[in-house]
């Protein structure tokens, strides 16, 4: 394997800015390692080293020039299906939109391009961002590099599975209720979901509007960072953006690699310590991180956050709801699949035939869900009541971040579950979110940051800090980082 | 007692537009009715006079400059569609048949 896979972001990023390397032997390099181990990660549903090696020729040529390049500049990236690029496939991971070349690109992409990184493909995930493990994606999943029978965490497999089998040195995630997250946690890889709105949404394929929230995936949490300035930023195009600075995450990212953290604190959930808790060796691996950092100055704080248990239901009440009204656009009249238009069927049948065929059993669970929150008659009890949840969620997070500067958990209860051990139950597959899903209902920043192992297998460790106060999140990881180090899968080769 | 009937899930299938056969029926009935019986616990919280939260950002009326912009072209619009004619959507009849 070329050493040039094994490199951090910032190093590739130097030397090519050095001139020790150029920006297409970078990208040729991951290339290679992809058509080399992509047959048994399967990260991968689209792959353009065509239009990859066009974008780091182009780098190379303005360093040639004499051009001053980004932070970024010429370092490969993988991007999550779901997110439009221009004239190459997105398919959301559904049968729904296999083919489609969108017209546009989003912004994340967008921005990507401007920063000259290189896009070498689009990642495997859920259907249209729905599940935790891959296993619902219509291509088939992506297996977990740490062990190959194991899922690689979801929605977002993909793009964490890359980046741990050294396919690509930073990928870009969505997080709706940990899909950045949980894959990171499983994956030993670094994975964020900056505040909502701090990120643009536009040309995301909606899956819930309220909670969507693109975001990094890296190897440390420098790379994230700098990947999460790249990227983020306010957007006119779309209307929740925030028009405020993006949050100085790279600066606090390199204050906390020095390892200090006097007079942080840090709040512990007393809740998320009860009922459907964390396995024991979960529980073990984020202990032993939380001395790591008590160790660096770090002070330990409980805190009660009443309605956190409730954010699990409400969750499963609002996502749903959201997604079978943004669901509704894939109707078979402008772009994606159609079946059974013979000439004599009525619109209503061809749709209803269409999304049958189109979309793939959990989609289908969530329209459904959602359409039966909203109907008249139980929306009061069902969707209404969520929203009232969300609204005592976010002030236990107000009233925690009176007391603490961030708050810290286990990312995913437990480690990377072998396939097909949760797909038979939906509700136990859902609580691989139990302690993502309350940031998403707040809307704050949340990072996954690798603490260790239980058997042999990643352990991830959360911190979550109050909206537009990512940067906070990024100290307490760099420091986690540089305490505990990072993981290195076993060898994919032979 | 069953929180949703198997004849419900079809008439939620009907309004979500989606032909699922017959075995789906029975599957979905099941789960759904896990599904929704986990998720009721909201419920539990005595949130009357709560406000709703439907968004974290409190942004209302975001509005841009009246300004003409670039926009897709009537071939890109219409390349990804199923079904094109005279340089439209072309869509299955909408009406029934007059006698």
Known sequence: ?494 | MAAISRDEVAHLARLSRLAVTEQELDTFAGQLDVILQAVARVGEVAAAEIPPTSHSVPLTNVLREDVVINCLTREEALAGAPDVEADRFRVPRILDEEA
Not at chain 1, 3 to 29: F, H, Q
Not at chain 1, 316 to 338: K, M, Q, T, W
């Open chain 1, 1 to 494: 394997m070329s050493d040039l896979t094994r490199l951090t972001a910032v190093d590739i990023a130097k030397r090519i800015s050095d001139g020790d390397v150029s920006a297409e032997e970078v990208t040729r390099a991951h290339l290679d390692r992809i058509a080399a181990v992509d047959g048994k990660v399967h990260a991968f549903l689209h792959v353009d080293a065509d239009g990859a090696i066009a974008a780091a020729q182009a780098v190379d040529a303005r360093r040639a020039r004499g051009d001053e390049l980004g932070p970024l500049a010429g370092v490969p990236v993988a991007v999550k299906d779901v997110l439009t690029t221009k004239n190459v496939p997105t398919t959301a991971g559904s049968k729904i939109l296999e083919g489609w070349r969108p017209p546009y690109d989003s912004t994340v992409v967008e921005r990507l391009r401007d920063a000259g990184t290189v896009i070498l493909g689009k990642t495997n995930m859920d259907e249209f961002a729905m599940g935790s493990s891959t296993e619902y994606s219509a291509y088939g999943p992506t297996n977990n590099p740490w062990d190959l029978g194991r899922i690689p965490g979801g929605s977002g497999g993909g793009s964490a599975a890359a980046i741990a089998a050294y396919e690509a040195p930073l990928a870009i995630g969505t997080d709706t209720g940990g899909s950045i997250r949980q894959p990171g946690a499983v994956t030993g890889t670094v994975g964020s979901k900056p505040t909502y709105g701090g990120t643009s949404r536009y040309g995301l394929i909606a899956f819930s509007s309220s909670l969507d929230t693109p975001g990094p995936c890296a190897r440390t949490v420098l790379d994230a960072a700098l990947l999460h300035e790249v990227m983020a930023g306010h957007d006119w195009r779309d209307s929740t953006s925030i028009p405020q600075p993006v949050p100085p995450v790279v600066e606090a990212a390199k204050r906390g690699m020095t390892g200090d953290l006097t007079g942080v604190k840090l709040g512990l959930v007393t809740e998320f310590g009860t009922g459907e808790g964390a396995e024991p060796g979960v529980l073990a691996a984020f202990n032993d991180a939380l001395a790591a950092l008590t160790k660096l100055g770090a002070e330990i704080v409980e805190v009660s956050a009443p309605h956190f248990q409730y954010a699990l239901p409400a969750y499963y009440l609002i996502a749903p709801s959201e997604c079978s009204s943004n669901l509704a656009r894939f109707d078979g009249v402008r772009y994606g699949l159609r079946v059974g238009d013979d000439g004599n069927r009525s619109l209503e049948e061809v749709m209803s035939l269409t999304r049958e065929a189109g979309f793939g059993p959990e989609v289908k669970r969530r329209i459904m869900l959602g359409t039966y929150a909203l109907s008249s008659g139980y929306y009061d009890a069902y969707y209404g009541q969520a929203q009232k949840v969300r609204t005592l969620i976010t002030q236990d997070f107000n009233q925690a971040f009176e007391q603490v500067d961030v708050l810290v958990s286990p990312t995913t209860p437990f480690v990377a579950f072998p396939f097909g051990s949760r797909t038979s139950d939906p509700y136990q597959m859902y609580l691989a979110d139990l302690f993502t899903i309350p940031t998403n209902l707040y809307g704050g920043p949340g990072i996954s940051v690798p603490c260790g192992l239980s058997d042999g297998l990643p352990v991830g460790f959360q911190i979550m800090a109050p909206t537009m106060a990512d940067d906070r999140m990024y100290r307490v990881a760099a420091a986690l980082e540089s305490a505990v180090g990072t993981l290195t899968p076993p060898s994919l080769e032979g």
